[in-house]
């Protein structure tokens, strides 16, 4: 039983990240996420101090479009908190971190730790995406997409049209 009262009889877990825009990458994660928990939240982080090219009501649906019809999924948002105390006032007790290289898993083993310390509850578990979207990352995508470049393989259709109409280039 948790500190907070809360018994964690479900395998939940909690997705965090900014995802302005969501990528097949995201997108593969929280499938696999949902192979091995029994619900997933896709925490949508606002974050004052980033700028987003999105709103959290943009991206929400942009997850609910890619991914309709999915079950034991929900989309939040949070803000202005920890993401342990949030996690547990959810009865979560196992974050998700999608890993692409080297470099993600130094900054997502320093994030674990602190977690840790924050919340022995709580653990992390790291997943990569399928090869073909190991590289992506939402400023990468967007970047090309300001150019002009093609991104519709890299993110959903409706990402994608977004993001040609924020750049006022054809997606």
Known sequence: MHPKGI?????????PGTFDPPT???LDVIRRSLHIFDKVYVAVTLNPEKTTLFSFEERKQFFMDAL???????IVSFEKRLLVEFAADLGVNVIVRGIRAVSD???????TLMNRQLDKNI??????????????SSSLVKE???????????V???VAEALGRRFNKSS
Do not use: C, W
């Open 7 to 15: 018994d964690f009889m479900d395998r939940l877990a909690i997705y």
């Open 105 to 111: 898993f130094e900054y997502e083993f320093q994030m």
């Open 123 to 136: 653990e992390t578990v790291f997943l990569t995406p399928s090869e073909q979207y190991s590289f992506l």
């Open 144 to 154: 090309v997409a300001s150019f002009g470049g093609d991104i519709s393989q890299f």
């Open 24 to 26: 097949m990458g995201h």
């Open 68 to 74: 309709e019809g999915v079950e034991n999924l929900e």
């Open 156 to 158: 959903p259709a409706k």
